[in-house]
């Protein structure tokens, strides 16, 4: 299947840093990319679609100006966490959806990011 | 707007069958997709319907209704490998096709 590789894994900041997570999709190309939130025993909740060479779409209650987010390339998007608090901490998810593989439109999943700010 | 249920959580017994259920009201339905996800790890694709039926996969099969807005995943010989929690998500015939996920059940098999 389809891979997508998130980096970093586990990440540890002081309040008031920004952080920046990486997303590729390594064997195909992604137009679009989605970005999840998940706080613990807690389901995914989608913050942003970001759109290759253009402004991510953000879901309501989502500050676009706190989680800044550019897809620059087919290969590649960025959540950068801007001025990190410690609510902020939590499990940040991307994922893409495959190219041509099979066409039913399932994500494939970063291995995710655990954002703990002190 | 999205509303997708799932029960919080279920436990049952290794070798046993569990069924998980989903119900979903959604603004133009595109699909549903089950997923797998152990604690700390990214979730993984398990099924896929879009049309009404079942479908098969192993130990593993989806069903979807969509006149009620109802599917379920069947696990069959239930492994203790198979606790994880398990997630519900929607398709919505919108813009990036996003996909809306449940808030999930945690699965718990006992020996």
């Known amino acids: 299947g389809a891979v997508v590789s998130q980096h970093p894994s586990r990440v540890i900041c002081k309040s008031g840093t920004s952080v920046k997570i990486e997303c590729r999709s390594l064997?195909?190309?992604?137009?679009?990319m989605f970005w999840y939130r998940q706080f613990p025993k807690k389901s995914l909740m989608l913050m942003a679609t970001?759109?290759?060479?253009?402004?991510?779409?953000?879901e309501q209650g989502v500050e676009k100006d706190k989680f800044l987010i550019n897809h620059a390339s087919l290969t590649l998007s960025t959540l950068t966490v801007t001025s990190a608090h410690p609510e902020d901490s939590s499990f940040y998810i991307c994922?893409?959806?495959?190219?041509?593989?099979?066409?039913?439109?399932?994500?494939?999943f970063g291995e995710g990011s655990r954002l703990t700010v002190l | 707007g999205q509303n997708i249920d799932q029960p919080t959580e279920m436990t049952a017994t290794e070798g046993a069958i569990v069924q998980i259920n989903c119900t979903y009201q959604?603004?133009?339905?595109?699909?549903l997709f089950w997923y797998q996800q152990h604690a700390g790890e990214a979730p993984t694709f398990l099924s896929y319907?879009?049309?009404?039926g079942l479908e098969e996969k192993g130990r593993f099969s989806s069903f979807l209704s969509r006149s009620k807005g109802y599917s379920y995943l069947l696990l069959k010989e239930l492994q203790m490998k198979d606790s994880a929690s398990y997630l519900c998500?929607?398709?919505?015939?919108?813009?990036?096709?996003?996909?809306?996920f449940g808030t999930g059940t945690r699965l718990t098999v006992i020996p």
């Open positions: 994922s893409a959806r495959g190219g041509t593989i099979a066409n039913t439109g399932e994500l494939f």
């Open positions: 959604t603004s133009g339905f595109n699909g």
């Open positions: 319907n879009v049309l009404d």
């Open positions: 064997d195909f190309q992604a137009t679009t």
């Open positions: 970001s759109n290759e060479g253009s402004k991510a779409t953000y």
């Open positions: 998500a929607v398709r919505a015939r919108t813009g990036a096709n996003n996909l809306f």
